[in-house]
Each structure stands twice: as structure tokens, then as C-alpha cells.
């Protein structure tokens, strides 16, 4: 038992690190489809919010989103108090079966927590003040997402249904909590100068594309830990099948992406390429471990497409997102969710009816409390940069600083 317990936690700590190296890869996509002004604004964001993700995850976070709910509780919210001193048996195999320790408990969840903003960090790239960013981050990663966790993960409301929602690692947990952000943030922020020119939507390509390739080679790699740390132990078959469903659903995403994309718009666009991957890496992260082989496929399929058409759809209604992250992270999220009631061990109405439910419980959540944070920052100390700073970049206005110092040859 003590050889197994060491194994499992072990096992966890890996995928722990793997899940952090994930925020190297959000830092390198961000920067590759944005210009090289913006580069410092985005690194700085990416590394804000895994910092400070992880000591509010330690001070409320974790407590807020495991708070152990009483038998006959609504399952809405509770609160464990602040901290995390590890209960009596925190350190045995009698916490979480055997499965791991209760500090890697907080730590491999802390990594979860900060992925949920970072998805909003690339969708305001290039616009949006840096202040009211972290103002959104600490209230965002703070409460909204662990109490929205609490409701699943944490045993909540929507674990106590008669045919429980599921969602393995976060289809909808974290990426649908992080896409609806976005799009409320997306939607208050307006476009950035130059995107559309009357009313068509103009390319504005980023200053590295080998660096958001790296990006999401990076976050395909994070995704073994994300989705195999989710089996919460290393149990040999669900974690083998976890990785095996992950992979292949990230390679039929990206190949139906650039193959759709090649039909649609007659170019081989490495772009949708890449985040046809993520699409399907996305889709599938709601029922890994209930899928076959080919039901990944399907899933990872369906997502790539509908990465294409979800882009063009965003585009066409005048939302600005530079890196795709709504049409990634919520499209996608919503179908992989929804998914799990179609294809795999759990298919069936009822269970599709309860996807639904949760998908709609955690809109009802994240678009409101979004939305307010916004809408106050906007109306008090604004949300967006002056014009001046946008086009000049917001390294030197907001950090004073330049990513690439010796490279002024290419400088429009």
C-alpha cells in the first residue's frame, strides 16, 4: 500500500509540473499572434497570474472550491476557512483513497486555477490597461472560479443530481469558465484600432509564429499532465486511456481544422492548424477517460471544425479576439462538455441533459460576475488604453520596457 501511495503521489507531482510548464506555453502563443510592442505586456500578465493564482489559491481559493458540503446542503457554496492546514489524515493513504497527498491535492488544483485567467489574458491582448487586468485576475481566480469549481469537483450542487454533470478535467470547469470571461471582456473592451475596415475584419498578424507553434507544442505537452493527473492516482489502464484519448483527439482537431480551413479559404493556414489542436484538446478534456479511441477522434474532429467556423462566426460579429481563446476555450469547451452525454461509457439523454445543465449553470455564473467586474472598471478607471498607447505598444507606455531591444529593423 505504502509503495503504491508513494507511486500515485509521485504520478501527481508530475503532472503538477507538467500542468505549470502549460503557462510557458499560453506566454508563447499569446506573444507569437500579437505584435512584438505588446510582447512584455503579455509575459508580465502570464507570470501576474500564475503568482498571484497560486497565494490566492492558498488564502481562499482552495477551501472555497473543497469545502466539504453537509449532507442536505444546496450544494451552492461554502466556505472552509482560510488557509490550507492539512487535516488529520492529509499526509496518508486514507486521504483521497491513496491517490495523493492533501499538499499535492492543493498544489496540482493551484495550477488549474490560474489556467482559467490566462485564457482572458490573450483575448485582451494589445488593449486593455494592465491594472484593471490584475484587478480582474485577483477577484476571478480568487472567488468566481473556485466557487464555480465547488459546485463539481468540490461535491456541490451539481454532483449531488440524480445523473451527476461530469466533467473529467474542465472542459467546462476551467476553459468554458475562462472563454466566458473572455467573450464578456471581448465585448466591453471593442476592437483593437485597425481591425475592422469598413466593417470587414483585417488580418493582424503576430510577430512570431514559430513562438505560438512552440506555445502550443508546449500546451499538448502540459495537457498530459492536465488530463492524466485528473485519473487522481496512476492506475495503470485509466491513465494509459486518459493519454491515448488526449493525443489522438489533439491530432484529428488540428488535421479537420487545417483541412476545413483549406476548403473554406483555399490556404494551408498554420494558425487554424494550431488551434485546431487546442480545439480538440479542449473537446476532449470533459470525458477523457470515458472515451475510446475512435469516439476521441470524432470529438477532437468535430472540435477542429468547429474552431474554424467559430473563428469566422467571432470575426463576423465584430469581436476582436487575437488568439482565438473564445472559439478554443468556450466553443470548444461547451461541445467537449456536452460530448460526454454523446459519445463514450456515459452517453445517454440523461446525462446529456445534465451536461446541459452545468454548461448553463456556469454560464449563469460567469457571464454575470464578468461582467460587473467590467463593466464597474470601465465606468471608474477604464479598461482600455489611449490610442496613443495602443499604437504605439503597451511596453513602452505601460512597462517601459521593449521586448526585443536590438530589433528596431521591422518596426511599422
Known sequence: MEGLFTANNVWMMICTALVFFMHTGFAFLEIGLTRQKNTINILFKNIFIITVGLLLY???GFNLMYPGFEEGSSGFFNFAGFGIAPPENGMTPEYADGGYTWWTDFLFQGMFAATAATIVSGAVAERMKIGPFMIFTVIYVGIVYPLAGSWK??????DMRETPFYDFAGSTLVHSVGGWAALVAVYLLGSRIGKFKDGKPQAIPGHSIPLATAGVLILWLGWFGFNGGSVLSADPELTS?????TCLAAAAGGVVSALVSFLKYKNLDLTMFLNGILGGLVGITAGADQMSPEN????????????????????AIKLDDPVG??????????????????FGALAGVDQFVSQLVGVLSYAAIC???AFIIFFIMKKTVGIRVSEREELEGLDAHEHGMDAYPDFRLNEH
Open 325 to 342: 481563446a473564445i472559439a478554443v476555450h468556450l466553443i470548444c469547451g461547451i461541445w467537449g462538455t456536452l460530448a460526454v452525454g454523446i
Open 58 to 60: 492558498y488564502l481562499i
Open 296 to 315: 476521441a477522434i470524432a470529438i477532437g474532429a468535430i472540435a477542429g471544425a468547429l474552431i474554424v467556423f467559430a473563428v469566422a462566426f467571432i470575426d
Open 241 to 245: 486511456l486518459t493519454l491515448v484519448t
Open 153 to 158: 469537483w468540490g461535491g456541490g450542487f451539481l
Open 367 to 369: 457571464i454575470p460576475s
